[in-house]
C-alpha cells in the first residue's frame, strides 16, 4: 500500500467517523446526567430526513442543521416526557423511541427517494491545507466536520473545565445527593436529554445532506447503535469516543479497500472487521476497572423520584 | 433575645405514617440543641423539613423571628443553614474540592477554593487533602467534607443527623471541640442522636420526640442516662442478662494466616489474619467501616473461596475451599450486612425467605419442599422475635428495615448453629428489638454456639462481647478480654494504632 492510498483512506475515515462523533458525544451526555436513550438510531433518522427535507426546499445548509437538530430535539423531548416526567423504564422507551423514529423517517421520506442533493462542498483552510500530508488529513474537509471537532473540543472543556459540567457529572452519580444540595435533576436531565436529540438530530444532517447526499430508507443502517455501543466501549471518556468513531470510519473504509483488491476473503467476514476491532482495542485501553467506575455516571438508567 | 429558629406545629404526613405531628422547637443563637428520638421518630423527617428537602404539610417556621417558607435546600443555605446528612450526599467519584464546589453557589476558582478548604479545615482540627477523590477515604473523613462544606458557608444554623454512628470515640471529641468552638462564635446548631452520652455531654438543652411528637424538653446535664432514656421509648430500658457460663475453651472456627488481595480496587486487602472462636464464646470485631470487613466476611461465609482449605477451619474441618451452601451444612448460620440482597430476597414472602436457608430444618420431604414445615417456621421467628407484618405471606420488602433485620437475625438463629457469623445485627433497629436481638444472640452462646459478630457500635460490642479484636486497613489485632480493656483504647486500635505489646494470652479470658 503506498502513502498517497494510506492518506486518502485516512482522509475518508473521518468523513466516515463524523456521524458517530456526533451522536455518540450526544449520547455521552445525555448518559452522563444519568439517562440512557436507547432511540439514537431513531433520532438519527429523523434527523436525517428533516435535514435532507429543509435542503432539498431551502438548499440552505443552516436551515437542514437547524431542521435535522429540531427533529432530533422533538424526538428527545418525547423520550424525556416518557422517562423523566412519567417515570417509564428508560430502555423500553429508547427501544420504542428507534421503532417510531425508523417508521416516522420513512413515511416523511416517502417523495424524496429519488432525489439527489448537490452536497457540501469541501471548504479547505487557506495556508493551513497546503501542508503536505497534514493539511488534506485535516484542513481540507467540509464545515459539518470541522464542527464536529469543535464539538469535541467543546465538550471536553465543559464536562471538566466547568462548573455546569461539574454539576452534569455530580448528578449521574449520586441524584439523590444532588436534589440534596438544591439542584433541579429533572431539569437538568431534560437539558441533557434535549442535547443528546440535537447531536443525534445533526450526526443524520451530516448522513443524509454531507456524507451520502441522497435519501434512502433506513440509511443510518445502525450507525446509532454503534455510538451507542462506543459511548460505553470509550467508559464514557470523550477522547476515547473520538477514538473509537475514527477506528470504526478507518476501519470501514479499510475494508472497502481490501474488498477492492480482490482479496479472498468473503465480503461478509471483512464487514465484520470494524465492529470487532474497535471493540477489541476500546475493551483492551479501558480495562483498568477503577477508571471505568471513575467515569461511568453510577446512576445509569435508573429513574429518579424526587420526595416531595 | 429572638431565636435563631423557631418552630410552630410542623407537620408531615405520610400515607401510612405521621412521620410528625405538630411539633414545637425553638433554639437560640449559640445553642447546642438535642432533637433526642429512637429510630423512625421522625427526626430526620424535622430537619428535612428545615433544610427544605421536603415540605411541611402544615406549620410555620420563624427565622431570626422572621416567618419564612424554606423552599428548597439552595434557599435554606442562602438563609444561613447548613446540614450534614446521616446518608452522606457526597459524589465519590469527585475531588473533595469538586464536591464542595458544587454546594457553594457562588462562582469560586478552583484553586482559591482549594486553599480556602485547608485553612478552614485546619483551623476547626479537621484536616483534609482537597485534591482527593471522596471514594478513596475512610467514612470519618468523608464525615469531615461534609462537615468543611457547611462550614465554609458559614452558617447561622447547623444541623448535624447522627454524626457520630460512624467515628472512632476519639474522632468524637474531636468533632465535640469543633461544634463547642462553632457554638462559642455564636452558630445554632441542632444536634441529632440516639446516644445519651454524647448528649449530656455536649449539647444545652434538648428535645425529646416519641411517635412524631414531642415528648418533653430537658436540660441534658441535670438528666441522667435512665431518666432520657424512658422520655425517648416510653418506658426503661431493660439490661442483657450479665450472668452467664464461662466461656468454651474448644475452637469451633479457625483462620489461619489468611492474606488475601482485595478483587476490588477500592477494597481492603486481607494482611495476614489468624483468629479463633470457641464454642460457648462470642468473639467482636471491631473497627470502622471500609478496613477490610467486607472482604473477612465474604471470605468466611463461603461466597469468596479460597484455594487453601486449612485456612479456615469449622469443628476441625477444612472448610475454605467451600461454597456457603457447603459451610452451612458444617453448622454454620450467617447473617449479612446488607439485608435485600444477600440476607433476603426482597420479592419474595417470608415463609419462602425461611426455606432459602433454613430448608435443613426439616423443610425438604424425598426431595420436596414441605411448605407447612417452613410456614411454622416462619410463624415461630415472627413471634419470638415481634417481627411487625401483615402476615407470613406478605413480601419481605413490605417489612420495615428494623423488622427486616430481626426476621433474618431470628431466623438464623433459629437454626441453632454451631457457628453463627454475623455483621452489624442490630444495625437501624430500634432501642427495644435491638435488645430482643443482643438477648437471642446471647442465648445461643450459653447453649454452647461460637459466635462472630462484626458490629461498629462499640456498645453493643462492649454489652455483648466475651473478647474482642479490632481490623483496621485489613489486620487484626490480637484479641483482648472485654474486661480488660475499655472504649479509649479500642478506639486508639481502630485508628490504626495498633497495640505494640504482645498478644494477650486467650487463658486471660478465664480470669
Redesign the interface.
Known sequence: MNGHLLLEILVAAIGAGTPFVYAALGELVTEKSGVLNLGVEGMMLVGAICGFIGMAKTGSLLVAVLAGMGAGMAMALIFGVLTLTLMANQVASGLALTIFGVGLSAFLGLTYTSIALPGVPALPIPWLSDIPVLGPLLFSHDILIYGSILLYAAISGFLYRT?AG??L??LG??P????????NVIGIRYLAVLFGGAMAGLAGVYLSVAYTPMWVEGMTAGRGWVSLALVVFATWRPSRVMLGAYLFGGITILQFHIQGFGIDIPSQLLSMLPYLATIAVLVLISRN??TI???SP?SLGIPYHP?? | MTPRLQLEGMTKVYPSVTACDRIDLSIMPGEIHAVLGENGAGKSTLM?MIY????PDAGHILWNGEPVVIR??????RLGIGMV?QH???????TVT??I???MDG?CRADRLAGRIRTVSEQYGLPLDPNR?V?SLSVGIRQRVEIIRCLLQEPKLLIMDEPTSVLTPQAVRTMFDTLRRLADEGCSILYISHKLDEIMALCHRATIIRGGRVTGTADPAGETAASLARMMTGHDLPRCAQDRPAPGTQPCLEIHRLSRKAE???GTDLDDISLTVNRGEILGIAGISGNGQQELLRVLSGEQRLDTPETITINGQPAAHLGPAERRGLGLAFVPEERIGRGAVPGLSLTENVVLTAHRMGMVRHGLLCMERAAAYARNCVRSFAVRCGSINDPVNSLSGGNMQKFITGREILQNPALLIASQPTWGVDVGAANVIRQAIIGLRNRGTAVLVISEELDELFEICDRLVVIAGGRLTPPVPVAATDREEIGLWMGGMFPDRPAVPQEAGHA
Open positions: 462548573r461539574l454539576i457529572r455530580g452519580e449520586a439523590e445527593s444532588a436534589h440534596a444540595l438544591g439542584y476497572r477503577q467506575r471513575l467515569h453510577a420526595q416531595s | 428535612k427544605g428537602v421536603i415540605r428548597n435546600p439552595a434557599h435554606a443555605r446528612f452522606f450526599s457526597l459524589f465519590e467519584t469527585l469538586e464536591n464546589a458544587l454546594a462562582r477523590l471514594h476490588d480496587q477500592f
